[in-house]
């Protein structure tokens, strides 16, 4: 059993910041990247930021300087810290960690509930 719970999530005016976490629980053999994902209402879910297990980090355009992802290990928790934030930023956001439960078993994106994270004007 894996389980994703996000945080952080809120309303905050145009300009302001949030800092959403991920954390991992339950059978976690290996984890890899780990990523933000977010979902506004009637759109296709899009891919925010990406965080290797090394510490690599890929972003979308439009959040790159503004979004910077990072992860403890140790803690198996990613956290994505979001500033001078738009109302183009509202929607769901959704952590998904790609992870072995076992030895034996295959890599596989698991996927968290999600966090709103609205944006006033």
């Known amino acids: 059993q894996v389980q994703l719970v996000e945080s952080g999530g809120g309303l905050v005016q145009f300009g302001g910041s949030l800092r959403l976490s991920c954390a991992a629980s339950?059978?976690?053999?290996?984890?890899?990247?780990m990523a933000w994902y977010r979902q506004a209402p009637g759109k296709q879910r899009e891919w925010v930021a990406t965080?290797?297990?090394?510490?690599?980090?890929n972003y979308l355009e439009s959040v790159k300087d503004r979004f910077p992802i990072s992860r403890d290990n140790a803690k198996n928790t990613m956290w994505l810290q979001m500033n001078s934030l738009k109302p183009e930023d509202t929607g769901v956001y959704l952590c998904?960690?790609?992870?072995?439960?076992?030895?034996?078993?295959?890599?596989?994106?698991?996927w968290g509930q999600g966090t709103q994270v609205t944006v006033s004007s």
């Open positions: 998904q960690v790609y992870l072995q439960r076992n030895r034996y078993a295959a890599q596989r994106d698991y």
């Open positions: 339950g059978s976690a053999y290996r984890i890899s990247d």
């Open positions: 965080i290797t297990s090394g510490g690599g980090t």
